[in-house]
DNA sequence: AGCACGCCGACT
DNA sequence: GTCGGCGTGCTC
């Protein structure tokens, strides 16, 4: 038998393989799990190739873990994210390799009779043989619990040798999704859709063993209250009857148990849902029945998209455009992407889902490499709401209030007719800025000089970008003039404060993410909302989200403006999307729903889209500025290059590498005079990119670069905006 | 990730 | 004179 190397990945940031040699009597082959030394202890890792030759002076693999090997699939999808994301491949391998932790074993221990009564016979003992004959198969607790004794009676009869104990497979962590559990009731759209999405799933499942084209990526572009949900569960049943595995993905927020059990009106069952609040011991049991099989659909956060899949026959990312797809620590990379990667790998369809698509999957659809399947109106005859602008230079709100009689008239309206309305305001806190009436002087932030937020509930100023957090000063801190802080501006807090001055009677409630009390608090309350416990609801954009309330029939955008102007590439897509999300919140139930929308400059391009409901318009408008703006093209990674903390030097830097004629494969380089110098406008967000840009290792990639270049070299760094677009 | 080596501030 | 900060580098 020829000697040979196992090369072997270690979850670490390393980007090569290590070489170890393979001791006799072990047959390793690639994907098998194994321990090996690294350095000063044993570490885990998993062999990514075998090679030919004698294992020479290299330390030897210490042994085999007795887990399922890694499949080729999973192996394939961690090369493409180290390479596409320039990550460590060492670091890919830990989004990947997923170890069942050391929870005590799942199996449970069944004891039956099998041997003659104890020699010493007592009352309790008695009881548990008689409820024990039959021969039938008990879990100790359960015996215990018939025969009224602890379970230390069972013991000394397993002792004894009367009882003899075995291992029950455990009960399974979900049951199976029945896909003909509850045939849905949909429009002869939906049908239409379902059928396309159920086709593509079974045309992908019969073709995958061949050299078949690759399974298709399908947008659903659904308008809110579509019915999309209920579209691709039929895609998610197609998979279930041809014995696939689906896999849901869907924001952290959206994983409610609002939609699990909406999965099981339909299937009968909750999916298995997968996500940071899952404990070790359930996410063991589902990690195990992800790798046999047994566990069929997964509804899951961004994590899941690395499981152990045996068979995955569908990817659903739904709600496709959330920017909670974004994994920007550690290995950055975007979701959907690499779930567009991961279908193709398995040959398995991939569907994206949104009411709001964003600009990179519209240019997809536009390019022709995704397809698209519409479902432009609501279900069950409902209308999308009517939105209208309220411009602010006319009909202003009185002197330091912030709703404008208009919408305050309707608010009133929408009560006292018994329904709810939504008042969004997409900006924590009380205020957003205290200024000092005497001096001028603004309280900031004395980490990173954003200006400081007024929490009034909590009485402290915080900074939302670094959580600094301090007591209202009762003077200014700059003159020392004492009761001259003023706020400025509205937050969330404050329009409560207002709402609660010019509609007492109305119950209210203020949502956002930092609701006292946590997630949990906030998912009861939100659920309370959509049984109508509130009549006006004030809230940040984790109202926009995910859930639905029936009651619902006025949404008033507080300022529409917000956003527009941060310097953000996206700032006018995700502006619309939002706006176009809070406004689809109302008129879901029965009652046509309406939204008002304050704003100062009503003739801007997505303010008007928003009214005019032309979408379509806006999007291509913005996709082509952004190509006049010489910003990224969708399939490239933007690098923008610039040099230490500096500004200037930076510029120089830009400058200098804008000039290079040919940017290093997969990087774009922007020159400092275009938009992404934005991002670097303060120096909070300036750390934060460099330390993104050290986690995906582009700094030392760009060296390389320029050694073999002959360029020179200095200290580079590089600021990057992780937004590859799909390039397949 | 750990754990080493290595070069500059406050202390027995 | 040392202890200790964490910056850079290495692990087959």
Aim: aromatic share 4%; glycine share 10%; net charge positive.
């Amino acid at each position: 038998m020829t000697a040979r190397i196992a090369e072997v990945l270690i979850p670490l940031a390393l980007d090569q393989t290590y070489s170890y040699a393979v001791p006799a009597g072990l047959d390793l082959a690639a994907g098998d799990v194994v321990a090996v030394p690294l350095g000063p202890r044993s570490r885990i890792g998993v062999v990514w190739e075998m090679r030919p030759g004698s294992g020479g002076n290299l330390k030897p693999v210490e042994g085999r873990i007795d887990v399922p090997p890694m499949r080729p699939a999973l192996r394939k999808l961690v090369d493409f994210v180290a390479r596409y994301t320039l990550a460590p491949k060492g670091s890919a391998l830990g989004l990947a390799l997923r170890l069942p932790g050391d929870a005590p074993d799942v199996t449970r221990v069944g004891v039956r009779l099998a041997g003659p009564p104890p020699e010493r016979m007592t009352p309790a003992r008695h009881r548990v043989i008689e409820a024990a004959a039959g021969g039938l198969v008990h879990t100790k607790r359960d015996l215990a619990k018939l025969a009224d004794v602890s379970t230390g009676v069972i013991d000394g009869l397993v002792d004894a040798g009367t009882l003899e104990t075995l291992a029950l497979t455990a009960a399974p962590v979900v049951e199976d999704p029945d896909p003909a559990f509850a045939r849905p009731d949909l429009s002869p759209d939906q049908r239409a859709a379902a059928q396309t999405l159920a086709a593509a799933v079974a045309t992908a499942a019969a073709e995958r063993a061949g050299t078949a084209p690759p399974p298709p990526v399908i947008l659903i572009d659904g308008v809110t209250g579509s019915g999309k949900t209920e579209v691709y569960f039929e895609a998610v049943a197609e998979a279930l009857r041809l014995g696939r595995q689906a896999l849901i993905l869907m924001p952290e927020i959206a994983l409610t148990s609002a939609f699990l059990e909406r999965f099981a009106a339909r299937f009968g069952v909750r999916p298995a849902a997968w996500h940071s609040a899952v404990g070790t011991r359930r996410r063991d049991r589902i990690l195990t029945g992800v790798e046999a099989g047994s566990v069929k659909v997964v509804a899951g956060a961004r994590s899941a998209l690395f499981l152990p899949f045996r068979d995955l026959g569908l990817v659903v990312v739904d709600e496709e455009h959330e920017q909670a797809y974004k994994q920007e620590d550690g290995v950055c990379y975007h979701t959907r992407d690499m779930a567009i990667v991961r279908g193709r790998l398995e040959a398995a369809p991939v569907l994206l889902a949104s009411a709001t698509p964003s600009i990179e999957t519209r240019v997809n659809v536009g390019w022709g490499r995704f397809r698209r399947v519409a479902l432009p109106e609501r279900f069950g005859g409902r209308s999308l709401p009517s939105i209208t602008t309220i411009d602010m230079r006319r009909d202003p709100p009185s002197q330091g209030r912030f709703l404008s009689p208009l919408l305050l008239r309707e608010v009133e309206r929408t009560v006292a007719a018994g329904e709810q309305a939504l008042l969004f305001l997409n900006r924590r806190g009380f205020a957003p800025l205290t200024l000092c009436r005497a001096c001028g002087h603004r309280t900031s932030c004395p980490n990173c000089s954003a200006w400081l937020v007024e929490h009034r509930f909590r009485r402290a100023l915080v900074c939302h970008h670094c959580g600094h957090t301090e007591r209202v000063p009762e003077a200014c801190v700059a003159c020392g003039s004492v009761g001259s802080l003023v706020p400025c501006g509205p937050g969330v807090e404050r329009i409560a404060e207002e709402v609660a001055q010019c509609l007492p009677e109305a119950r209210r409630i203020v949502l956002s993410s930092d609701f006292p009390g946590g997630t949990e608090r906030l998912r009861t309350e939100l659920e309370a909302v959509a049984k109508g416990e509130a009549d006006i609801v004030i809230g940040t954009q984790l109202v926009a989200k995910g859930h639905n309330f029936p009651g619902m029939t006025l949404v008033g955008v507080l300022d529409a403006d917000i956003g527009l102007t941060s310097g953000d590439p996206r700032a006018s897509e995700r502006t619309f999307q939002l706006l176009q999300q809070v406004t689809g919140r109302a008129g879901r139930g029965a009652k046509p729903g309406r939204a008002l929308v304050q704003t100062y400059q009503p003739e801007h391009p997505v303010i008007a889209a928003l009214v005019s409901g032309e979408a379509e318009r806006f999007y291509a408008e913005e996709t082509a500025a952004r190509e006049a703006a010489g910003l990224p093209p969708f399939g490239r990674l933007a690098a923008l290059i610039v040099s230490g903390e500096d500004r200037a030097a930076a510029e120089a830097h830009g400058r200098a590498l804008a000039q290079v004629s040919e940017p290093p494969p997969g990087v774009m380089v922007l020159g400092p005079a275009e938009a992404p110098l934005a991002l670097i406008r303060s120096r909070y967000r300036f750390r934060l990119l460099v330390k993104a840009v050290r986690e995906v290792n582009l700094q030392a990639y760009l060296r390389a670069w320029l050694a073999r270049a002959g360029k020179p070299r200095g200290s580079v760094r590089v600021a990057v905006d992780i937004d590859p677009m799909s390039f397949l």
